[in-house]
Every structure is written in structure tokens, then in C-alpha cells.
């Protein structure tokens, strides 16, 4: 199961050298369980076959007004109704301005006129095109209009020219898809998210740490910016890219992150803690590189700031403190070790973790199983989901503490 399974995305695609592009994005539409159903201009038929789209989004594709093969349906009505989501991408110059215009010249723009439900635009074309007043006019028209319009990247072009144009990366577009379908519920939030682990170096190639890869903080800066709130996530080192609309910070040691945390404090109303954080730190950490067989065959440690604990305390202490969320990652008695943890870090919430279990589950892993402990005393068990799916649940649980 995804987020969007079952979801019926209608793709229109445009003349633009770009359309080649979105033939993988309906793979990974379909991938999630979307039912995809393509409509093209009559300039995107000579970029790319209407059969590869038909064959790809295993449905017949469309692509003129008036249908020789069901004279008695009128397409444009039907397709604007029977759809969730219409995408366009790549959306050209021409096509945006007939969107502004309110032209219904073609399938395209007629259907983007029937439409009630959302509208994602990805505009692809050369910068100078781009910046174009005329077509920045158009655009800001049809954000007007509640369009959604999904920036272009910046880089290199097919024409060989530089600059802002190029179309947006699918995970871009995935991510505004899933915007469009969340709940709203956390407009008002500042949210702050920890993630990863942290690196606490005795000398300058070697460290301690631990084998979390942020999956999950990083599913949950994700998942609350789709749910509408401004998020800033201070991460640990990982492989991994801040979601989009997400100011990401990044730090090293649990002395940088408590550092960050504590300066970010101010401005939020939700604090969740998914970070693991080294405990200790070695006492003397060395300049130079220790040479083999130099070391001492024991690491003398200091304990490092126990940040949660640190926000529980000030919590206790302020009435008007940001909700507080932690995670328990604990291999035996994880519920017992969540509930004294959730007491005496003065919690609001927390996600515990049974890393013990299979390898379908903690430091890794896509997937997670949790169970939620609140500060009222409830208790939410959620089966196997993916991290991002993980995520959303909690933000359900959040949501519900915070409508008391
Ligand atoms: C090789 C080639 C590449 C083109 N690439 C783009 C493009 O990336 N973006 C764009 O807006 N127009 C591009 N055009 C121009 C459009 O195809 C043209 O404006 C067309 O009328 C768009 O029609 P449509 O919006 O109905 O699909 C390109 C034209 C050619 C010949």
C-alpha cells in the first residue's frame, strides 16, 4: 500500500522536449497503485508516441477533442470528472497561456477548464522562455486560479542554454501530488525534526555513532510539510535529500544538535525528537590521526547532552511550551522502557520502537511498526507501513493532541 493507491491521476503532456521525461513518472505512479490516464497535446504526439504512454499507463491515451471511437461520450467532461488529480507535465509556454487565458482550444485546456479538483503544473521550457514577463504573468495567473505550479529546476538545457526551465525531478512532483491529497491539519505548526544519528569523532578519521539513516525524521519533515506546516529539520549525517520546502540544518556531533535545537526553540510549536543521538563522546579526542598501535586499548567517554530530557525539564517549567514528541528505539521491554521514558522526559507523545523484532522494522529499514504512547494515557498500535505512511500516523496522533 502507498499514499496513493487506488488515487486516478489524469497526466496531460505538452509539446516540450521534456515529455520523454514523465513516461517515468507514470511507471512510478502505477508503482504506487495510481490509475494514470494520459491526455496529449497534438505537439506532444511528435515528442513522444502515444503508444509508449498507452502501453506504459496501461490505458488508452487521448488526444483529440472529438472522439472517433465513442462519438456519444464527450470526452472532456467525462475525463475532468472521473479523475482526482489532473497533472500537466511538462506543461509548455503555449499550454500555460491558454490555461491563463481560459482558451479551451484543445482536450488539454478544455478538460483543465472542467476540472473542480486540483491542478498540477510543471512548467518545462528554456529560461529565457521562462522568464518571459509574458509567461511569469501567465504563471502568476494561473496560481490566481488555485493552480498549483511546481518551479522548474535550475541547469543545463537541451538547447544548451543555462538557468531556471528545465522540468522539475519526480520526487518533486510526488511530493506535490501527495500535498494535494493530505489534510491540511498542521497550517499553523512551526515544526521541528531531529534525524539521523551523530558522529562523535576521537580523532579525525575515526568516530562513534550508531546505524540510523534518517529515514524516518526525514519521512516526517516530509510527510508535516504536506500537511501544510513549515518544517526545518536538523539532521545527523545521512545519504539522504531534505524533502522539498523543508530548511534543512546539518550537524555532526549531539553538542552541534542541541546547540541548533535550542536555538530553533523559539520559533516552533512542535519539537519531535527522531534523531539518535550518541550518549557519549570520547573525553580526549586528538588532533592528528592516532597511529596503529599508538592508541590506548581503552576510549575514556563523557556523557553528552541528553537533549530530550533537557526539553522536558524546560517544558515543565513553561506553560507555553512546543508539544514534545520523542522516540524510544529499544531492543527488550520497549512498551515499559516507552511509558517510563514518555513520564521522565515529560513527554507528549512518543513512538516506540521494537528494533529487536525482524528487519522489516528500525535503523534501515523502509518500513516500521511503532506503537503510540500519549501523555492521556492512549495507546495506538500501527501494523507494518511504510516509514512515510509510519510518519503520517503519527502526525494523525499529533493532530488529535492538539484539537485536545
Ligand atoms: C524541438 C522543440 C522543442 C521544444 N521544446 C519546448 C519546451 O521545452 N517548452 C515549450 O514551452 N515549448 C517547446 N517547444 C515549442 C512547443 O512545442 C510549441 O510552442 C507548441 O505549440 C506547444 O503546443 P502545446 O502546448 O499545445 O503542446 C519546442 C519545439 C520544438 C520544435
Given amino acids: 500500500m502507498s499514499l496513493l493507491t487506488d488515487k486516478k491521476i489524469l497526466l496531460g503532456i505538452t ?6 521525461k514523465v513516461a517515468d513518472w507514470v ?23 502515444p503508444l509508449t504512454m498507452a502501453a506504459l499507463s496501461g490505458n488508452p491515451v487521448h488526444t483529440g477533442m472529438f472522439s472517433a471511437e465513442a462519438p456519444e461520450t464527450i470526452p472532456h467532461i467525462s475525463l475532468a470528472k472521473e479523475h482526482d488529480l489532473l497533472l500537466i507535465a511538462p506543461a509548455s509556454a503555449q499550454t500555460i497561456a491558454r490555461l491563463a487565458h481560459g482558451l479551451a482550444d484543445n482536450l488539454l485546456a478544455t478538460i483543465a477548464l472542467a476540472s473542480s479538483g486540483p491542478i498540477l503544473v510543471c512548467p518545462a521550457m528554456n529560461s529565457v522562455m521562462f522568464q518571459h514577463p509574458a509567461t511569469q504573468a501567465n504563471l502568476a495567473i494561473i496560481r490566481s486560479y488555485g493552480y498549483q505550479v511546481i518551479e522548474p529546476d535550475c541547469g543545463k538545457m ?39 544519528p551523530t558522529r562523535e569523532s576521537f580523532d579525525p578519521v575515526r568516530f562513534l555513532s550508531n546505524p540510523s539513516t534518517g529515514k524516518m525524521g526525514y519521512a516526517l519533515a516530509a510527510t508535516a510539510r504536506q500537511r501544510g506546516a513549515t518544517v526545518t529539520l536538523i539532521s545527523g549525517p545521512t545519504g539522504l535529500t531534505a524533502p522539498p520546502g523543508v530548511r534543512c540544518i546539518h550537524v555532526t556531533t549531539a553538542v552541534e544538535m542541541q546547540a541548533q535545537v535550542m536555538a530553533c526553540l523559539e520559533a516552533t510549536t512542535i519539537v519531535v525528537k527522531a534523531a539518535a543521538v550518541s550518549d557519549y ?4 579526542p586528538q588532533p592528528h590521526k592516532v597511529k596503529k598501535g599508538e592508541a590506548a586499548l581503552s576510549l575514556p567517554l563523557v556523557a553528552n547532552p541528553d537533549i530530550l530530557k533537557e526539553l522536558g525539564k524546560r517544558k515543565r517549567d513553561s506553560a507555553k511550551f512546543p508539544l514534545l514528541i520523542g522516540f524510544a528505539a529499544e531492543s527488550r521491554d520497549h512498551l515499559t522502557e516507552g511509558a517510563r521514558k514518555l513520564q521522565e522526559k515529560n513527554l507528549d507523545l512518543i513512538v516506540v520502537n521494537d528494533i529487536g523484532g525482524t528487519e522489516e522494522t528500525g ?6 511498526r511503532v ?4 501523555r492521556n494515557g492512549a495507546q495506538e498500535d500501527v ?7 509510519t510518519a503520517h500516523r503519527i502526525w494523525d496522533a499529533v493532530a488529535r493532541l492538539i484539537d485536545g
Fill in 15 to 20: 509539446g516540450s522536449i521534456a515529455a520523454y
Fill in 281 to 284: 563522546r570520547p573525553a580526549e
Fill in 363 to 368: 535503523f534501515g529499514a523502509d518500513t516500521n
Fill in 27 to 49: 511507471r512510478a505512479l502505477r508503482r504506487e497503485g495510481c490509475q494514470v490516464t494520459v491526455v496529449m497535446t497534438e505537439a506532444a504526439c511528435r515528442f513522444i508516441s
Fill in 371 to 374: 506503537t503510540l504512547l500519549d
Fill in 383 to 389: 501494523p507494518l507501513l511504510s516509514k512515510e505512511e
Fill in 158 to 196: 537541451a538547447c544548451g542554454d543555462e538557468g531556471p526551465g528545465r522540468l522539475t525531478e519526480w520526487e518533486n512532483a510526488r511530493q506535490a501530488i501527495l500535498t494535494a491529497f493530505a489534510p491540511q491539519d498542521l497550517a499553523d505548526e512551526q515544526v521541528l525534526i531531529t534525524a539521523g
